[in-house]
């Protein structure tokens, strides 16, 4: 197991230097950032050229490159050319976004799992069809219209729950976004388990179980669910990063100031270090949550064993 | 005896993008049902395989090639029936909007900036004044342009590398997977941001060319899992001892057992791939007016969607329709090339 950790932590190596890389080009592709800086001004010479040499905007693009990965690996993930480290905004962006990628989160897999094993067990019954037809819709409404139309029917037609979310962050205020993030993710959450639990539900073992005559509940959460979540785990695993991707719109739409917002700001005052440090912590989230779903597989299935 | 046939048949899904260990169990599962197996489903096991002109005149039973079978499901399935009727009539749409409405979606009047639903526009106006019809019925063709396209591209892309990396394993196979990991690393939403806000006069080919960059990895490792099960069939090594070519090999024998989960999967993508462009047109580094498409519509008219949600609701609607369209054309697919739901 050990050996095997830190084979994939190694092969994730040349995968974090490609994609940070990749983005690092995109970023400085996006024009001069002293230009933009002064916005429609012609900047002075020499304090263009005293920037320049404080941020190494003068070294070819993989040295400052290299400079950059050097100062990430002592947390110093550089400053704006306003002067606010881009650890600040981090500190600030980053918590409201994780929770609301955790509420949607949760709301996922409390109702995608139950949805898909509800439907699941009752195969080609009336709940299994809604569940398919209703997932179906959901998965084809492209989230920012699911976002509004819900924005004002719950906000503010019936005034249920807040409709927008601001400075102040409370659980109460998330709980919309969240399932509006969450929904698209919920639904293909609901049918692949749907899927896994019909398939599994004819298996030899859960016959097996039921005919040593153990109760109904502890079939279907130690032997049926169990081995059907497989699948499952995976795919929630590689959402994880697709959610916080989603949270752009869903940010949007319910103002709230996440990484969505810090990152949009960024790129329209092309502020490189802002882009290139909030997408690096994206893609090591998204790489840690790959590697945590390869070591759920062992601890949920016994048949996998990892040299 | 069906539910024999659910457990027997060669599953072409099965290991499809997983890791090694697990294609592992996949090959010793299929070597279990194979042991276990009646004669009679030893022949259904080689009907996957591709010799459709192998048999001679006087062999009476034709056996129904994988793709005979579906077919043969398909035909009959009310899903596929109205999902492809639904395609035809959208893809018609598409090429000739002037077929659906005569009104020119640029042409605007600032005083009926919008105004609801009028005998003669059934959608009412926009804010700009325009007919939310005549929009709808133009941003057709924007979003299946894009879906399509990228595609096919995502799909060409991906089987070509896929199919490499799986065939000859290896260090093909490393450097292909790990690239593909470097752009399955990066959120779509997210490469978006950074990758289109860069250019700045933007045609529909940059929107698809984005979505085949970002969308070929998903399909590699599909293409890759699929072939690298292929490859272990008994028919490739047959094929392999009488001298077959690796290009023949590969096109012949492998390609036409290892293409259905990639129909599969791209089917669905492509509905995918057509909400992604109104997602990322919505964040406004996708398509630009003077482009007509559903996403601008609907990102324009979401400003003033409590006071005037038809100018929102329309394109929406079309759009959502369009997204069903493929995805449930894509579950029927699905539901006919994978043996081991019959």
């Known amino acids: 197991m050990g050996s095997y950790v830190l084979r994939r932590l190694l092969q994730m190596i040349p995968v974090f230097i490609g994609s940070t890389f990749l983005i690092f080009v995109m970023v400085h592709a996006l024009g001069d950032p002293v230009n933009a800086l002064f916005g429609d001004r012609a900047p002075d010479p020499a304090v263009a050229a005293q920037i320049r040499a404080q941020y190494n905007l003068n070294d070819p693009l993989w040295k400052q490159y290299v400079l950059y990965m050097g100062r990430l690996f002592r947390w110093d993930f550089g400053t704006t050319f306003t002067g606010q480290t881009v650890t600040s905004q981090l500190a600030a962006a980053y918590p409201t976004t994780l929770k609301l990628t955790a509420v949607a989160f949760t709301i996922e897999v409390i109702f995608g799992i139950g949805l898909g094993l509800l439907s699941g067990l009752r195969r080609g019954r009336l709940a299994d069809s809604s569940v398919l037809i209703l997932t179906l819709v959901v998965i084809s409404i492209p989230v920012f219209v699911t976002g509004y139309v819900l924005q004002y029917l719950v906000g503010v037609r019936w005034g249920v729950l807040p409709a927008t979310v601001g400075f102040d962050v409370t659980l109460r205020s998330l709980i919309l976004p969240g399932i509006v993030l969450a929904s698209v993710s919920l639904a293909y959450v609901a049918r692949l388990t749907r899927t896994t639990v019909a398939e599994n539900s004819r298996a030899d073992f859960v016959r097996t179980a039921v005919a040593k005559g153990l109760p109904r509940h502890r079939v279907v959460v130690n032997h049926l669910l169990r081995n059907s979540l497989i699948p499952v785990v995976t795919f929630l695993g590689t959402d994880l990063g697709a959610l916080m991707g989603g949270a752009l719109v869903t940010e949007r739409i319910f103002n709230i100031h996440g990484v969505g917002y810090a990152l949009y700001q960024g790129i329209v005052r092309q502020s490189t270090n802002t882009v290139v440090g909030f997408v690096t912590v994206l893609i090591i989230i998204f790489l840690l949550a790959n590697l945590l779903v390869d070591l759920l597989y062992a601890v949920l299935d016994p048949r996998i064993r990892y040299a | ?342």
């Open chain 2, 1 to 342: 005896m069906p539910d024999q046939e659910k457990y027997n048949e060669a599953d072409p899904m099965a290991g499809a993008g997983t890791e090694e260990e697990e294609m592992q169990s996949a090959i010793e599962n299929r070597q279990f049902d194979l042991g276990t197996m009646e004669g009679e489903t030893l022949v259904k096991g080689e009907r996957l395989a591709d010799h459709p002109e192998a048999p001679s005149a006087d062999e009476r039973v034709v056996p129904r090639s994988l793709w005979q079978d579906a077919w043969r499901d398909l035909r009959t399935n009310p899903i596929f029936i109205v999902s492809s009727l639904l395609i035809v009539f959208l893809v018609l749409v598409a090429i000739f909007p002037s077929m659906m409405t005569s009104t020119n979606p640029l042409n605007c009047d600032l005083s009926k900036s919008q105004l609801g639903p009028t005998g003669g526009h059934p959608f009412g106006f926009d804010t700009q004044g325009c007919d939310v019809y005549a929009r709808t019925v133009y941003g057709a063709r924007a979003s299946i342009t894009v879906g399509v396209c990228a595609t096919v591209g995502a799909a060409l892309v991906g089987t070509v590398l896929g199919g490499v990396a799986g065939f000859f394993g290896r260090w093909p196979d490393s450097v292909i997977s790990r690239v593909a990991d470097i752009f399955f690393g990066i959120p779509i939403l997210l490469g978006g941001l950074v990758f289109l806000s860069v250019i700045k006069n933007k045609s529909i080919w940059i929107v698809v060319a984005f979505i085949v960059v970002l969308g070929w990895p998903q399909l590699a490792r599909i293409g890759r899992g699929a072939v690298i099960t292929a490859k272990e069939q008994d028919y490739v090594t047959a094929a392999r001892a009488l001298g077959a070519s690796n290009n023949r090999l590969m096109l012949r024998h492998i390609l036409p057992n290892a293409v259905a989960p990639i129909i599969v999967v791209a089917t669905i993508a492509l509905g995918t791939y057509i909400a992604l462009e109104a997602t990322l047109s919505y964040l406004g580094v996708g398509l630009r007016p003077p482009t007509v498409s559903w996403g601008i519509d609907i990102s324009a008219a979401s400003d003033s969607f409590s006071v005037a949600p038809h100018m929102l609701l329309f394109p929406a609607g079309a759009l959502s329709i369009t997204v069903l369209a493929f995805i449930m054309l894509g579950d029927a697919v699905r539901d006919a090339l994978d043996p081991k739901l019959r």
